[in-house]
């Protein structure tokens, strides 16, 4: 029975099961497609049983052609199951054979590989809505799953089941699966098997969080922060301070949660200025209610700091006083204080626990721990249900929780060690709360309230729940009245300046502990200045961290890191991105300069690898497929280790970006809109261009490519792994992202990365690890660490958390796994992203200067396969890919282990984007950095700078850009290809097609 078509897209660039040797004689300029035409016969269908063997079934519906299936009765690696089952694969000429591009059998037409190359040249890696995706389904499991892992490092399980299907997939394959059941081409007891049934089955789906109250659907709005700023700023008394009716004389409180919404709205510079310069001018009659003598306020030195931190200033000198002393040296320990003091660990004054919670997100925005008397008195104040008590109560009294001081108390507990639990219970309370129309109560019986409902809004955005965030914001968008003021509640429209405030900050995606907006910024410049400030190395969160020396030991091994390179499947082809990534962790780690040399003059010579290409045949730089994240991986690798990136490997790789940016939307070159780079089909690649521009002072050309990057940012603060998007959020991409963004100056930038740091943080996971197409991945906990130490005042719990999940992931050989679950084993990719990402610095910042350009040493052509290709199974390792676009690597390390899976966010098809960074000491040890964002980039290396006279760079501290998405044209020179066994080559012509394959 012919099967209905089911399109997906996979990476599985592990072609574990070739081995080849020598070369094939073709034209001088001819391109190869390596690939295996089938000439042993398959195991007989009969050798595979639901307890032996494996059957993998190839759907070639999309060509007529049906399901076809077969058997391997002794299956090592998901692709020698193809192989041995009699399908034929071919990869690209960029990937070379490691990626499946094509398959085909001789039961079909004759043997005809597809797609044709009418339909897809094969030239760069496919489009993400068009290529081979890889299931499987284990033993006894009745729906696929999307594979973590590529086909050269999954390993069958005796009555396992795979499938290849043709077209394309979203995100972690949550749809696309196989139209056909698992079960209606599994082998059964007899040996006979079943039609393959019409019917599809499940798709893999992600398995949403339960709450206790059905999600929301409310109508969709996203109201008008602008106009609500505008109306809170006509509120202002003289234009700089808010008065109450109730009291003579300024309301204080009021009028700094004034000033930080408009912070948050950014459109009312004017009025913000004045009211911040009204609060400073009156600190010491806000902080000291009982005169110059009295002890401060808690409220006061908590909203005051809030307000310096929120529009660039010091809370450590606002208003001529210190607010953070303020708050650290006056916590109470006991009871009493005239009244000031409910319980110990109550902050001096504090009348409520939203008290309580400013007081310990102003802290933690200085980068100080709050004392741990006043996190702790959170114990006592959190009710049963999970919500936190409206008023300052004690052990035993009554508690009925309250959202608007739940929703603050989340965001004040989420990054506080040994709080995430509590923060969790109290987020899940407020989700228990919300109403079907996206509404919060403020107590039993009362309508719907503005201000309840933007501080849970607040809540769900810092906790990842964007479902009822969304709901909540469209019930806020429509209180919003025609005068751009916020009514208290649904049956209130006349505007309240509480409810206002509040209701900003919910729409505009901040809270109180991201806000960020300087009124007095000055407009940056057009190009950074050549000398980048520096700042030094900060301490590292303590706890567990990988062991630098044993992973960059790992790396370094002849068997792996072969004359300067790393190889994939077959020994003649060099993998150029992962070749960079290496360099990436050596130069990030600083454990081994003389590898991280050998690495780097291979490039810039340029050598060649056995099959005569160089790292220009991988970027494609000169040619019509040439992109930009490829070039600007190796762009930012000149910049890291202090070469010249307008003079490296031959070329000038900044001019080639600046001419890679695109002027309008053009699929035949790649484009997908106006300052998208050419062939840059992933949010990785695209921020690897941007960074390489910048670094190198190109900030004027870079410019339409970063105003479509920060296009691409969804509302929640998330990117998207594809080119064009997808609709997706990738961990990854945003961790890139966030990245790139922190180069650029200015407070735009500044809040599309706080707001992406946000989203980021919230997706950590129980065990500190993040979720990533391989599942709890290692590559996303390292992106995600970099990106969380940019703002590691904010994140220190996190990143501590992420980094003990790393070094519980390192194994004895001193490399990592792809993820915690799964096929365990080290692999190289992996154990090139972790080691840079472990340490926390953004590679838009290393630098570990190896000196100037080496004279080029001649290569013969004709180079010898590598000596020290390891003899095991290939392993492929997880490429950051967008898991809609295929994740075919495969990488040789010494050990059979398989390590190969898709991941979110790089390229399909190439070294995917490891992007993780990491500084070093220069003499051999890791040190902890910040970089981009908190402090100016600096480094201990001596005081070095950017080479080329652009950002700030970081002295050791690097960060793997892992993209593999460029083009290249694979030129071979005469030889003959020798194929062991039934391996053999497909030699093809390079099509110039008008639409060649997109790749990542």
């Not at 946000?758 to 290692?778: E, H, I, M, N, Y």
């Not at 950002?951 to 850009?961: M, R």
Request: net charge negative; hydrophobic share 35%.
């Amino acid at each position: 029975m012919r099967v209905s078509s089911s399109r997906t897209r996979h990476r599985n660039r592990d072609l574990a099961s070739l081995v080849v040797a020598g070369a094939v004689a073709v034209a001088a300029c001819g391109s190869v497609l390596f690939g295996r035409p089938g000439t042993a016969a398959a195991d007989p269908i009969e050798q595979c049983t639901a307890t032996t063997g494996a059957i993998v079934a190839v759907d070639f519906t999309h060509w007529g052609g049906g399901v076809l299936r077969g058997c391997d009765a002794r299956p090592t690696t998901g692709m020698n199951l193809l192989h041995a089952a009699g399908f034929t694969t071919a990869g690209t000429e960029h990937d070379g054979p490691a990626f499946i591009c094509r398959l085909g059998t001789g039961t079909f037409n004759s043997g005809t590989q597809y797609p044709t190359p009418a339909e897809e040249p094969c030239v760069n890696t496919p489009q993400a809505t068009a290529y081979w995706s890889y299931w499987i389904a284990e033993p006894g499991q009745q729906a696929w799953s999307y594979s973590r892992f590529g086909a050269g490092t999954q390993k069958p399980k005796p009555g396992e089941v795979e499938a290849w299907v043709y077209g394309g997939t979203d995100i972690g394959g949550t749809s696309g699966a196989p139209g056909f059941t698992p079960d209606s081409v599994r082998a059964k007891s007899g040996g006979s098997p079943a039609s393959p049934s019409a019917s599809p089955s499940p798709s893999a789906t992600l398995t949403p969080t339960p709450t206790s109250t059905p999600t929301p659907t409310g109508p969709s709005a996203a109201g008008d922060p602008a106009a609500a700023a505008a109306w809170l700023a006509r509120q202002l008394v003289g234009g700089d301070h808010m008065e109450n009716w109730a009291v003579e004389g300024p309301d204080y409180p009021r009028t700094a949660l004034t000033a930080i919404a408009l912070a948050a709205a950014g459109t009312q510079d004017p009025a913000l200025r004045r009211t911040v310069a009204f609060l400073s001018a009156h600190t010491d009659a806000f902080l000291h209610p009982d005169g110059p003598a009295g002890r401060p306020d808690a409220r006061a030195a908590a909203l005051l700091a809030l307000v310096a931190e929120s529009t660039g200033g010091d809370p450590r000198a606002f208003g001529g006083r210190d607010l953070i002393a303020a708050l650290t040296g006056h916590v109470c320990t006991a009871a009493g204080e005239n009244g000031k003091c409910t319980a110990a660990g109550d902050f001096l004054g504090a009348a409520s626990p939203w008290v309580q919670s400013l007081g310990v997100i102003a802290l933690q925005r200085a980068g100080v721990t709050p004392p741990a008397p006043a996190l702790a008195r959170f114990t006592e104040l959190q009710c049963a249900d999970g919500g936190v008590a409206g008023s300052m109560i004690v052990a035993g009294d009554h508690c009925e929780s309250d959202p608007l001081t739940t929703g603050l108390a989340v965001l004040a507990l989420r990054t506080a060690p040994g709080y995430e639990t509590a923060a969790r219970k109290a987020s899940d309370q407020l989700a228990t709360g919300q109403q079907a129309d996206g509404s919060l109560l403020p107590y039993l019986g009362a309508p719907g309230d503005t201000i309840s409902t933007a501080s849970a809004a607040q809540a769900f955005k810092a906790t990842g729940q964007d479902t009822r965030r969304a709901a909540a914001t469209a019930w806020l968008a429509a209180r919003q009245g025609t005068d751009g003021g916020f009514g208290p509640d649904a049956s209130t429209t006349d505007p309240d300046p509480a409810a206002t405030e509040q209701a900003i900050l919910a729409l505009t995606g901040t809270d109180l502990t991201s806000v960020r907006h300087n009124p007095d910024a000055t407009t940056p410049p057009t190009t950074p200045a050549s000398t980048p400030p520096t700042s030094p190395a900060t301490t590292p969160p303590a706890g567990r961290a990988p062991d630098a020396a044993k992973g960059s030991a790992y790396l370094t091994d002849p068997s792996r890191l072969i004359n300067g390179r790393y190889y994939e499947g077959f020994p003649a082809f060099a993998d150029f991105g992962l070749t960079i990534d290496g360099a990436y962790a050596l130069a990030a780690t600083g454990t081994d300069d003389a590898a991280l040399r050998r690495i780097v003059d291979f490039l810039d010579q340029p050598g060649k690898d056995a099959s005569e290409r160089t790292v220009n045949d991988w970027t494609g730089i000169g040619t019509e497929y040439a992109g930009g994240g490829s070039i600007g991986k190796e762009a930012l690798l000149a910049e890291a280790v202090g070469r010249n990136p307008r003079a490296f490997g031959g070329h000038d790789l900044i001019a080639a970006l600046a001419a890679l940016v695109c002027t309008k939307a053009d699929q035949s070159t790649g484009c997908a809109a106006p300052g998208n780079y050419t062939y840059a089909t992933s949010v990785f690649s695209q921020a690897l261009g941007i960074m390489a521009q910048l670094r190198a002072g190109d900030s004027t050309n870079a410019a339409p490519a970063i105003a479509y990057l920060k296009g691409l940012q969804h509302q929640d603060g998330s990117w998207p792994s594809l080119i064009p998007a997808t609709g997706d959020s990738d961990v990854d991409s945003t961790a890139m992202a966030v990245m790139a963004l922190a180069l650029v100056p200015g407070d735009e930038a500044a809040r599309a990365v706080d707001q992406g740091l946000g989203w980021l943080a919230a997706r950590q996971l129980p065990d500190g690890g993040f979720p990533g197409a391989a599942g709890d991945s290692t590559n996303s906990a390292a992106l995600a660490i970099q990106g969380m130490t940019l703002r590691q005042a904010s994140y220190g719990a996190q990143i501590a958390k992420a980094r003990d999940f790393l070094a519980g992931q390192q194994n004895g050989d001193g490399g990592f796994n792809v993820a915690s679950a799964g096929q365990p084993g080290s692999d190289v990719r992996a154990s090139t992203q972790v080691l840079g990402g472990a340490t926390g610095i953004s590679f838009g910042t290393l630098f570990r200067d190896l000196g100037g350009t080496p004279t080029p040493t001649p290569t013969s052509t004709g180079t010898a396969t590598p000596t020290g290709t390891p003899t095991g199974t290939p392993t492929g390792t997880p490429t950051n890919t967008p898991t809609g676009t295929p994740t075919n690597t495969s990488t040789n390390t010494s050990t059979n282990t398989p390590t190969g899976t898709p991941s979110p966010t790089g390229s399909p098809g190439t070294a995917g984007p490891s992007d993780t960074a990491a500084p070093s000491t220069g003499d051999g040890s890791a040190t902890w950095s910040t970089g981009g964002i908190d402090a100016p980039a600096g480094g201990d290396g001596g005081g070095a700078v950017a080479p080329a006279g652009g950002v700030a760079a970081q002295t050791g501290s690097g960060s793997l850009a892992g993209t593999g998405t460029q083009a290249l044209t694979l030129t071979a020179g005469a030889g003959v290809l020798t194929a062991l066994g039934a391996a053999a080559v497909l030699v093809a012509r390079r099509r110039t097609a008008t639409a060649p394959g997109r790749h990542r």
